[in-house]
T-cell receptor, first 115, second 113 residues
C-alpha cells in the first residue's frame, strides 16, 4: 500500500498564476478530503468527496479555489489566480469504506509558496 | 459548529520526562483520535478510542476517552527525541452516514536531549 500520494511536494509560484495540486487516494477508499494547514488556523477542511461526488465545499475560501475528483483514484485542487495569502501546506486525506472507525490517512502534503 | 480546545499549545520538555496533553469539546463525540505530525509530513494516526471511559495504549502512549464523551487525553511516558512533532486530537460523530473529523489546533512538542 503506497498510501495517499500528493504532488508536487513543494510549489513556488508567482502571484496571479494558476496552481494545481494533485492527490491519489488509497485504492478502495471512498472518501477524500482536502485540508489547508497554516500556523494561524491549524488544519482547515476545504472540501470533501464521497464516491467522487463533492459533498461539502463550505471550507473553500473563495471562488479562486476549485476541486475535482474525476475518478476514484485522482483528485485535484486548483487555485486560480493564486495570492500570497494562499501560502500554506495543503493535505489530501482518504478514508476507507469501513468509514468512521479508522480515521483518515493523510498524504505528505504540498507546501505552496506564492510570492 | 463543533470545536475542540486542545492544550497546551506547545511544550518544551527534557528527554525522559512524561508528557500529558488533552482535548475538550462543548459537544459529545462517538470517537476520539490522536494523530502525530512529524516535521514536513502529514498527520499519522496514533490511537483511536471508541467507547466512553476507554483507556488504550500504544507503546509509550496512553490515551483515554472521557466519561462525558467531551474530552480525551494523551500521555507519553519517558519521552525521547523522536517524539518531537505536533500532536492533534480529533473527534468524530457518526450514525447512519459517515461523520467527519473535527481537529484540535495541535500541541507542539519539543524534546531536549
Amino acid at each position: 500500500d503506497a498510501g495517499v500520494i500528493q504532488s508536487p511536494r513543494h510549489e513556488v509560484t508567482e502571484m496571479g498564476q494558476e496552481v494545481t495540486l494533485r492527490c491519489k487516494p488509497i485504492s478502495g477508499h471512498n472518501s477524500l478530503f482536502w485540508y489547508r494547514q497554516t500556523m494561524m488556523r491549524g488544519l482547515e477542511l476545504l472540501i470533501y468527496f464521497n464516491n467522487n461526488v463533492p459533498i461539502d465545499d463550505s471550507g473553500m475560501p473563495e471562488d479562486r479555489f476549485s476541486a475535482k475528483m474525476p475518478n476514484a483514484s485522482f483528485s485535484t485542487l486548483k487555485i486560480q489566480p493564486s495570492e500570497p495569502r494562499d501560502s500554506a501546506v495543503y493535505f489530501c486525506a482518504s478514508r476507507g469504506r469501513a468509514g468512521a472507525l479508522y480515521g483518515y490517512t493523510f498524504g505528505s502534503g504540498t507546501r505552496l509558496t506564492v510570492v | 459548529g463543533q470545536q475542540l480546545n486542545q492544550s497546551p499549545q506547545s511544550m518544551f520538555i527534557q528527554e525522559g520526562e512524561d508528557v500529558s496533553m488533552n482535548c475538550t469539546s462543548s459537544s459529545i463525540f462517538n470517537t476520539w483520535l490522536w494523530y502525530k505530525q512529524d516535521p514536513g509530513e502529514g498527520p499519522v494516526l496514533l490511537i483511536a478510542l471508541y467507547k466512553a471511559g476507554e483507556l488504550t495504549s500504544n507503546g509509550r502512549l496512553t490515551a483515554q476517552f472521557g466519561i462525558t464523551r467531551k474530552d480525551s487525553f494523551l500521555n507519553i511516558s519517558a519521552s525521547i527525541p523522536s517524539d518531537v512533532g505536533i500532536y492533534f486530537c480529533a473527534g468524530q460523530n457518526y450514525g447512519g452516514s459517515q461523520g467527519n473529523l473535527i481537529f484540535g489546533k495541535g500541541t507542539k512538542l519539543s524534546v531536549k536531549p
